[in-house]
């Protein structure tokens, strides 16, 4: 499913002494199919484009096409449903989105409202649970009565469990642990390439905007101020830091590593294991000579 | 020696007590911590991280041992002035905020202590510039982006001027250089004062700063010691689902392809020279 946003602006509390602009003019292309990073520093309005990718927040100016779905400002929609029930999206605080009596009926709620019969929403809720590592003891517990981690790990379950088309994550390893982290990581990753499934990763890991994604937006003061690959994102270290970003720790790594032998690999490094396996070509390569 | 400030003594907490069958979130935990000093919380989800920080500051009481602070056992009648002194930032700010605006939110614990109103005036403005927040004062707590509500919450619990401040996962969803500004506000103000920190983190380059890492496992204090001594454990902390320090993580990965190191490295700076002195340099 294709997602565009063309000229969006957003305002939070409009024609109130609270007003807030969040989001100006904003352009963003989504193929279906691809992996989509978002980053930007504190409050550059990542959270509230993400928002708007299933129609919880209408733009007040521009519009967004989800799949066949246009959303406008100011305009009823009546499709906004099978939206929903095709974009899943994690939120960046676990508590937003969990609800129900216990563990196990949150993650079953939102197949069994699309009209999944119960049965099949639990098997689906156990297996997840177990994909998600949920220690099983918690399954009959309140999703308010579980460490912060857990929580997130059943909220990722909750949206994993609607078989969206589109998968949104608005910091989804915060308050992971590493393991977790990269576990969870490396199943959205394999669920975006078994699956097809688009993915929309907001992320203050520069280091997994590298890692997984096709194409990278930097939001910077409520506007999407640049758009490209990894390797055109993070090939120029000025321009990050101009937008309040850094370079992923191992692209930091390369350049101390190159001014020491004064020398320079022939690209960006976006992962260790292309660091290690660069460095150890050039060091066989100058024991030959 | 410093004195000792925090002190758990074989302290055992379940939240469900009619469940026999469920294991304690904390587990028969001891340790001390003395007056000064940098110490990171590490563990795996549910190990028992925010439960210990809550068995700290008094929101829990545990159901076997002691909690001590300040050299006095913590009950319900020494609460007060105990949390006065000390500066909390949850895991979730959402949950720790009570006041309408920012400035609000950040006056309230000063004026609950009785600080004059002065004084709170100058402190609330100066934790909120701290954190980069003077743009937001009369914003409310609960509508702001979710790293904006951790500065806030930070300047809450700097504004205090505790003398122990406990941060829970405080900075997760802080943008890189965020998480730095922060990182230095906490190392000046022990610069300044004699701040104890105490920090719960999943980020090991931040345990990395402490001067003692305390390692949480099912409840259990699984280990205590200085991040090389915690570190140099190396496998064994991966397979309690933690990770290792990035100059860790590449060491490894250069020596599986068959690039020689001459020691284990935990900082970067060290790596490199390392790989300096025994492959270019020659
Ligand atoms: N409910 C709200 N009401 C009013 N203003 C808001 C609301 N939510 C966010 N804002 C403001 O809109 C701007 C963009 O916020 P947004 O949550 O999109 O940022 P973000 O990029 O996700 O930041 P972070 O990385 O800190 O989560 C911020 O200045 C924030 O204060
Ligand atoms: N309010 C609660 N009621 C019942 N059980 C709880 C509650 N809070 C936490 N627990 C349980 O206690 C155990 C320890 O939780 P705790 O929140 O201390 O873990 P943590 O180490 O902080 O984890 P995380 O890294 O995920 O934040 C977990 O098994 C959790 O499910
Ligand atoms: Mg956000
Ligand atoms: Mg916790």
Not at chain 1, 114 to 142: N, Q, Y
Not at chain 2, 5 to 25: C, D, G, H, M, W
Not at chain 2, 32 to 39: F, H, K, L, N, S
Not at chain 2, 51 to 61: D, K, Q, V, Y
Request: proline share 4%; aromatic share 6%.
């Amino acid at each position: 499913m294709d997602i565009t946003l063309q000229q969006v602006s957003y305002a939070y509390a409009k024609n109130t002494p609270f007003e807030k602009r969040a989001l100006f003019d904003v352009n963003l292309d989504i193929p279906s199919g691809s992996y989509q990073a978002i980053i930007g520093h504190t409050g550059s309005g990542k959270s509230t484009v993400l928002q708007h990718l299933n129609a919880l927040l209408k733009p007040t100016e521009g519009s967004i096409k989800i799949g066949d779905v246009l959303v406008k400002a100011d305009q009823k929609n009546k499709h906004l449903r099978k939206v929903r029930q095709k974009v899943g999206i994690v939120f960046q605080f676990p508590e937003h989105q969990l609800f129900d009596e216990t563990v196990l009926k949150d993650i079953m709620f939102g197949p069994m409202n699309f009209g999944v019969p119960a049965e099949e929403a639990k098997s689906r809720a156990i297996e997840l649970s177990r994909l998600l590592g949920l220690p099983e003891e918690v399954l009959e517990k309140s999703p308010f009565d579980l460490s912060g981690g857990q929580m997130r790990r059943v909220a990722i379950a909750g949206v994993l469990a609607m078989n969206p088309e589109v998968l949104v994550l608005d910091e989804p390893t915060a308050g992971l642990d590493p393991r977790g982290r990269k576990e969870i990581m490396d199943l959205f990753y394999r669920l975006h390439q078994e699956k097809g499934l688009t993915t929309v990763l907001v992320t203050h890991s520069m280091e997994d905007a590298a890692r997984y994604a096709d194409r990278i937006a930097i939001m910077h003061d409520g506007k999407c101020v640049l758009e490209g690959t990894p390797q055109e994102i993070f090939e120029n270290e000025e321009r990050l830091l101009d937008y309040r970003l850094e370079l992923p720790q191992c692209v930091k790594f390369q350049k101390k590593v190159e001014q020491m032998m004064g020398k320079k690999l022939p690209t960006i490094c976006l992962t260790e294991e292309k660091l290690a396996e660069e460095l150890a070509r050039l060091m066989k390569e100058e024991r030959e000579v | 020696m410093k004195s000792e400030i925090i002190s758990l003594q074989e302290v055992t907490f379940t939240y469900t007590e009619e469940e026999k069958n469920i294991r304690p979130a904390v587990d028969n935990v001891s340790f001390t911590i003395y007056e000064g000093e940098w110490v990171a919380i590490v563990g795996h989800n549910g190990s028992g991280k925010s439960t210990l920080a809550r068995l700290m500051n008094g929101l829990l009481f545990p159901q076997k041992g002691t909690v001590r602070i300040f050299g006095e056992t913590l009950n319900e009648q020494n609460l007060w002035e105990t949390r006065s002194q000390m500066g909390m930032v949850f895991q979730n700010p959402d949950n720790q905020f009570v006041g309408a605006t920012v400035q609000d939110d950040v006056a309230f614990a000063l004026e609950n202590n009785g600080i004059p109103f002065e004084e709170m005036v100058e402190r609330v403005q100066q934790s909120i510039e701290k954190v980069n927040m003077s743009s937001f004062m009369n914003s409310e707590p609960h509508h702001l982006s979710g790293g904006q509500k951790q500065r806030v919450a930070i300047a809450g619990a700097i504004a205090l001027q505790p003398r122990i401040l406990l941060l829970d996962e405080a900075t997760s969803m802080l943008d890189p250089q965020g998480r730095e500004e922060v990182l230095s506000i906490v190392r000046k103000l022990r610069e300044e004062t004699d701040l104890t920190v105490i920090s719960i983190t999943h980020d090991l380059e931040e345990a990395l700063l402490a001067d003692r890492i305390i390692m949480m496992n099912q409840g259990e204090k699984y280990a205590v010691g200085s991040p090389e001594e915690i570190f140099l454990r190396g496998q064994e902390l991966v397979d309690l689902g933690l990770d290792l320090p990035f100059a860790m993580n590449v060491s490894r990965l250069l020596r599986d392809q068959g690039i020689e190191l001459v020691a284990e490295h935990m900082s970067e700076e060290e790596l490199v020279n390392d790989l300096w002195t025994s492959h270019f340099n020659k």
